[in-house]
């Protein structure tokens, strides 16, 4: 293995708990600060790329102290690309520290309960952490062209509500880190899924070789139709695949995954 490129002082990391609220806390990561060797230097937190477990587990260790959170209160799910969303508990966290993951096939998660730490890794897809401004919950989605063009957005709330009275314009929403329109160039056919499911808000973006697709356009549309303010989303703007702090599969192909996290503080 190659050894990092990366220095690996304390992880850098987008705090972003102010667009959420002062019930909140939310973190962006990038891949700086753990001690994987490259291709997953250095802050890798997925087991499933063919890291080490050992310097996996030690990554997402690092990431619990700098959140002053116990590893085993992380919720890691087993992503698919889908628009499965289930609520998590404190005791979904056991198998933060271990190659399982809390809840297989399944790409966002809710949660009441603090210090319950909602995890989303990605290497390009678009993390989505919705909150309740006054605190009834926080979710935590994984947004990719998939679950994006499904509306996993919609599929979130849609689960909240058996749980939870809420009204749409008490909703923030909180974009992460993800691939741009200037570097996610797809083909025709997958365009025109976006433009057929959204019209003039499709996300594609085109003038080039290959159309551009605008994930964090199409969250946002997804994001306005179930009615949540406009002035209550917001994103990074950062693309993974402009940006080499970032792990991103479409810059690399064999490579790290980051991490997403948001937590309520206190309880309800």
């Not at 309960?113 to 994984?142: N, S, Y």
């Not at 709330?157 to 929403?173: C, Q, V």
């Not at 549309?221 to 599969?249: H, M, Q, R």
Request: charged content about 20%; proline content about 5%; overall charge neutral.
């Amino acid at each position: 293995m190659k050894p990092s490129n990366f220095p690996t002082e304390r992880p850098t990391s987008i705090d972003a708990s102010h667009f959420l609220g002062e019930a909140f806390s939310l973190i962006f990561t990038n891949r700086r600060g753990g001690v994987s060797d490259a291709p997953f230097d250095s802050l890798n937190l997925g087991f499933r790329g063919g890291d080490n477990p050992m310097s996996v587990s030690s990554n997402r260790a690092t990431v619990a102290s700098q959140l002053g959170v116990s590893v085993e209160r992380f919720v890691y799910l087993h992503q698919v690309h889908g628009t499965t969303v289930r609520r998590a508990g404190s005791e979904d966290g056991r198998k933060a520290a271990e190659t399982g993951d809390a809840f297989p096939k399944t790409d966002g998660a809710y949660s009441d309960r603090p210090l319950t730490v909602l995890a989303v890794l990605t290497a390009d897809c678009l993390p989505l952490a919705i909150g309740h401004k006054e605190g009834l919950f926080v979710a935590m989605l994984h947004a990719g062209w998939k679950g994006t063009l499904e509306n996993i957005a919609s599929a979130a709330l849609n689960e909240i509500r058996k749980e939870f009275s809420f009204r749409p314009f008490d909703l923030r929403a909180v974009m992460g880190p993800g691939i741009g329109p200037c570097c996610y160039h797809v083909d025709e056919g997958r365009a025109n899924l976006f433009v057929e499911r959204y019209g003039e808000g499709s996300g594609v973006v085109q003038g080039g070789a290959r159309p551009g697709l605008d994930l964090y356009r199409a969250n946002r549309a997804n994001l306005l139709e179930e009615g949540v303010k406009e002035e209550n989303i917001n994103t990074t703007g950062i693309c993974t695949c402009c940006n080499p702090d970032y792990f991103s599969y479409r810059r690399e192909g064999v490579t790290g995954r980051q991490g997403a996290f948001a937590f309520l503080k206190t309880g309800k």
